[in-house]
């Protein structure tokens, strides 16, 4: 009794622990908002309401994130790193710290502090498309370090705990690469640059999938047995 009691109390701390990060409840409601999104497919009632509250409600988690791809673009990037790469990472912290901060004129818009209609719709386009491109970058990352580590793998011994290490990390890049491509259809049909291909309801689909890969990805990792 006791045992299991010790391990409610252990999964609920990690559950606790998972829901005190602002990430992970901004990308559970992400998952609300595209879920309705899916249902709705884009007609009037109230699977599109709680579409449109839950990404306004979104938006307030947001506030001054910019700041964490800021600090990004300016800091040097790891040793070792191809120039490539590090203009590719440079390139993704850019374009998304500008979608972050542009995001938040859209919510002021959106809750009435900035009037201007027509500026915030053109801004919240130049937001999408910011986003579009960083997601674009993020893909191209992932491609080329899954490589560079399939590359590193093959001079490794199988059994080696090297080895292991480089294939965890290398299928955690594989599931970022399908979430951030879906991410990409995303912004194509937010940006309803297809919309007889990415309609609401393969927008909604997709996002929805990419949502619950990163609520997947923030899990904490669980705690190692001791050995005695």
């Known amino acids: 009794m ?9 999964e609920l701390a990690l559950l606790v ?9 901004d990308k559970i409601c992400r998952a609300i908002q595209y879920g309705s999104k899916f249902i709705s497919n884009g007609e009037p009632g109230t699977a ?5 509250t839950t990404s306004l409600a979104r938006k307030v988690f947001r506030l001054f994130k910019f700041v964490n791809d800021l600090h990004g673009l300016i800091s040097p990037p790891a040793a070792g790193t191809p120039l490539p790469l590090i203009f590719l990472g440079k390139s993704k912290n850019a374009l998304l710290s500008t979608f972050l901060f542009l995001d938040q004129i859209v919510w002021a818009h959106r809750t009435g502090i900035y009037k201007n209609k027509e500026r915030a719709e053109l801004i919240g386009r130049i937001s999408l498309y ?3 491109g960083s997601s674009t970058c993020n893909s191209l990352i992932e491609v080329a370090e899954i490589k560079r580590l399939s ?13 292991e290490a480089k294939l965890k990390k290398s299928n955690e890049r594989l599931l970022a690469l399908v979430k951030t491509s879906m991410d990409i ?5 937010l940006l309803q640059l297809a919309p007889k291909k990415v309609t609401p309801r393969v927008t909604g ?6 949502s619950l890969i990163s609520c997947y990805q923030l899990l904490p990792a669980p705690a190692k047995a001791k050995v005695n």
């Open 2 to 10: 006791s045992t299991a009691l010790d391990t409610t109390r252990a």
């Open 17 to 25: 622990l998972y829901l005190n990060k602002a990430e992970a409840r």
């Open 48 to 52: 599109q309401n709680v579409d449109k």
């Open 130 to 132: 910011c986003w579009l």
């Open 151 to 163: 590359k590193s793998m093959k001079k490794l011994n199988p059994n080696d705990e090297q080895y």
């Open 185 to 189: 259809v995303v912004a194509v049909g």
């Open 205 to 210: 689909a997709l996002g929805f999938a990419s």
